[in-house]
């Protein structure tokens, strides 16, 4: 949350990085069973609109893109959760739910966001044409 207040600062950052990097920091979260993904676009749309990427008044559905290609999106979800499973000490119980048995929260706190904003600028370049 502290993340994302510094970033949605006018003139502090890039929106669509800060867009990318507030949601994609809240979906590798994963707080609610159901409804990340929504809640994921929606920062998107927050964001960007907040600061002032989007036109006022304007409906820009960027999230309609990233639905039309759901393989892309879940490929940039995995490429970094593939490459933090190895530090992560879990177990899955019969519903499936997961019980993480050491301290994660450096893995996520850093992460490197440029994949993440180049797939939001990909997105973003799609909604338009």
């Known amino acids: 949350m502290r993340m994302t207040q510094r970033l949605v600062t006018p003139n502090m950052t890039d929106a669509v990085v800060a867009a990318a ?64 499973l190895s530090f992560i000490s879990y177990d899955l119980d019969a519903e499936g739910r997961m019980t993480v048995h050491n301290q994660t929260a450096s893995l996520y706190r850093f992460f490197d966001a440029t994949p993440h904003a180049e797939y939001l600028y990909h997105c973003i370049e799609e909604t338009i044409r």
Do not use: C
């Open 21 to 84: 990097a507030a949601a994609f920091g809240f979906v590798f979260l994963h707080p609610f069973d159901d409804g990340n993904g929504r809640i994921h676009r929606f920062l998107v749309h927050h964001i960007l609109t907040k600061l002032g990427f989007t036109p006022p008044r304007v409906l820009f559905p960027v999230s309609a893109a990233m639905l039309r290609e759901q393989e892309a999106y879940d490929r940039i979800l995995e490429r970094y959760s593939s490459s933090v």
